[in-house]
């Protein structure tokens, strides 16, 4: 079984900043992508960021310049840089990573997510 932990959410001002961190343990043969999504009250989850082994980002419109994500694959970890923050930030923040727990044997998995929110 695998699982991802959140830490590094709370509670925090606009224009200030947060640092999400996710650590991923159990049984990993390998994990390629590693997300970040959301969930506003009332909203759609969204995927804010992802990043792959190789490095590779991708960031979602609302969130680019602002937010930075990266990992150490050493450690199965992987990190939101959140800047600039603005009250519609706040959400419920879930990490996300399809993971091979075998070879050819990919499953999905999510963390329990963490808090965090921006007063105006």
């Known amino acids: 079984q695998v699982q991802l932990v959140e830490s590094g959410g709370g509670l925090v001002q606009a224009g200030g900043s947060l640092r999400l961190s996710c650590v991923a343990t159990g049984r990993i043969f390998n994990i390629n992508v590693m997300n970040w999504y959301r969930q506003a009250p009332g909203k759609q989850r969204e995927l804010v960021a992802a990043?792959?082994?190789?490095?590779?980002?991708n960031y979602a419109n609302s969130v680019k310049g602002r937010f930075t994500i990266s990992r150490d694959n050493a450690k199965n970890t992987v990190y939101l840089q959140m800047n600039s923050l603005k009250p519609e930030d706040t959400a419920v923040y879930y990490c996300n990573a399809p993971v091979a727990v075998a070879p050819q044997d990919l499953q999905n998995f999510w963390g329990q997510g963490t808090q965090v929110t921006v007063s105006s």
């Open positions: 990043i792959t082994s190789g490095g590779s980002t």
